[in-house]
């Protein structure tokens, strides 16, 4: 099983950068995708999940600018990233589960992107 994150990079504040995560090994249409991020001494948070129905979700402070989609021809996530801002800064995660009745099946991670957001 992988997870192939790609598309982070340097972006100036309100700038914007779109993330990809391919998936292989593994029945992509079945997963629960979800981009996770760690920065620099804190813990690593959800950013925005997306079912294999396509039912989104998202963390507060990223509603409005961050938008979560799938392709499930191209077993790819993405995460695109508007309206960007230096506590943006960190590495972005690409995370899979497969849940059924609530258990959690198998859960893999991909190796992670950094995206840092400075003038």
């Known amino acids: 099983v992988q997870l192939q994150a790609s598309g982070g990079g340097l972006v100036q504040p309100g700038g914007s950068l779109r993330l990809a995560c391919t998936a292989s090994?593994?029945?992509?249409?079945?997963?629960?995708m979800g981009w996770y991020r760690q920065a620099p001494g804190k813990q690593r948070e959800l950013v925005a999940s997306i079912t294999s129905g396509g039912t989104t979700d998202y963390a507060e402070s990223m509603k409005g600018r961050f938008t979560i989609s799938r392709d499930n021809a191209e077993n790819t996530v993405y995460l695109q990233m508007n309206s960007l801002k230096p506590e943006d800064t960190a590495v972005y995660y690409c995370?899979?589960?497969?849940?059924?009745?609530?258990?959690?099946?198998?859960?893999?991670w991909g190796q992670g992107t950094q995206v840092t957001v400075s003038s």
């Open positions: 090994g593994i029945t992509f249409s079945r997963f629960l």
């Open positions: 995370n899979g589960k497969r849940v059924l009745a609530s258990v959690t099946l198998a859960d893999y």
